[in-house]
Each structure stands twice: as structure tokens, then as C-alpha cells.
């Protein structure tokens, strides 16, 4: 799952110019082309600085997800008894563990084809999903659907779906077994240690 996070990387790295006013389908369309052509160009440049990969996430993705949201979905029912200074501290640790985790998948990117599947979206509708599909080498394609909703009038990501596993049931699963295992505060150290570990590899 986490090699194929680069995908919805590639397909959300909107900007807001673009990202305001426009269908999620041409959204993922058009901004697609925009990310790959940022990755090829600047290809020298994050091989000489690896960091440079984490800027562009901060830049060009960070805006157009709804963390919190993302986070009240996958805190579930644990959510509401997290305390502001809690709910604060989750959404940045896992805000963080998703950016260096689409930044590290990046580097695996091997030039995959995208296929962007009919999108039906009906009049009033403050929910949509984006259907695509990525080609794979002497295999069948996998399909990667995003689900975006509306915030202050705009289409933001709050979910993905790869191959049938959604990235917000998956870390719900997750974070509530550590909760269980012990309480909110444990699972928030639990992903600053991960965080900064990461950091140093």
C-alpha cells in the first residue's frame, strides 16, 4: 500500500488556482500533469537533496487535504474523547507521518501509467469519488479511488482507496488497537517517535 501512496500524491498535488472552481475529475486530471512535470524537472535537484521532495508535499499537497477531517475519521469515537490540546497534537503527528510517507514513496516512482475511469457526480452532491487506475507491468491495473468533499466551497481530499483498502479504515484499524493497548497520549508518542526515527534514516 505505502509504494502506491505516490499515486495519489501524483493525481492531488493541486494548486489553488487550479483547484478552485473546476469538476474532482478535471482536478485530478489536469494536476497530475502538473506534479509529473515538477518531479522531472526538479529530478537532479532531489537527488542532490532528498529533502527537497518533503517542500514540494509541504507546497503543492498539504493545502488541498483535510487533515483534521481525516483525523476525526480515523480517531473515530476516540476523537471525541481527545482533548483539544490532544486532538492538536494527533493531527500534526499524523499529518507528518502521511507526508514523509508519500515523500519517501516518490522515489519510487517509475513513470506508471494513470487511467482515469467515468466520474458520475450528481447536482448538490458534497461528496464524490475520483476513479482511476494505475497500470502495473505483467499485472492487472490497480484501482485507486480518491474521495473528496467539499470545505469553504472548495474540493479537499479526506480519503483514498487502494486496491479496495481504504487509507482511513486502515490507519482507523491501527491507531485503535494501540488506544486499546493503551491510551491516546501512548499512540501520539507512538507516531512522534516514528516521525523522528524516520527523520534520521
Known amino acids: 500500500m505505502k509504494n502506491l501512496l505516490l499515486v495519489l500524491l501524483l493525481s492531488c498535488g493541486f494548486t489553488s488556482a487550479v483547484w ?8 485530478v486530471q489536469e494536476t497530475s500533469k502538473q506534479m509529473l512535470a515538477k518531479l522531472k524537472e526538479e529530478r537532479d535537484v532531489i537527488k542532490k537533496n532528498p529533502e527537497r521532495i518533503y517542500d514540494l508535499v509541504q507546497q503543492i499537497v498539504l493545502p488541498h487535504f483535510d487533515f483534521e477531517y481525516m483525523s476525526q475519521l480515523v480517531l473515530a469515537k476516540n476523537w471525541k474523547r481527545a482533548t483539544d490540546a490532544q486532538r492538536k497534537a494527533f493531527v500534526s503527528e499524523f ?43 505483467g499485472g492487472l491495473p490497480i484501482p485507486i479511488d480518491y474521495r473528496l468533499h467539499q470545505r469553504d466551497n472548495e474540493w479537499i481530499v479526506f480519503d ?23 491510551d491516546i497520549d501512548g499512540l501520539i508518542k507512538t507516531l512522534v517517535d516514528r516521525n523522528k526515527q524516520a527523520r534520521r534514516e
Do not use: C, H, M, W
Not at 478552485?20 to 482536478?27: E, F, G, I, K, S
Not at 516518490?106 to 469519488?129: A, C, H, I, M, S
Open 160 to 182: 483514498v482507496i487502494i486496491d479496495n483498502v481504504s487509507l482511513v479504515s486502515n490507519y482507523r484499524t491501527t491507531f485503535a488497537k494501540e488506544v486499546r493497548q493503551g
Open 20 to 27: 478552485a472552481n473546476q469538476a474532482p475529475d478535471q482536478l
Open 95 to 137: 499529518r507528518t507521518l502521511l507526508v514523509r510517507t508519500y515523500a519517501t514513496s516518490l522515489n519510487e516512482y517509475t513513470d506508471q501509467k494513470l487511467t482515469y475511469l467515468p466520474f458520475r457526480q450528481n447536482q448538490g452532491d458534497t461528496e464524490v469519488t475520483v476513479r482511476t487506475e494505475v497500470e502495473q507491468p
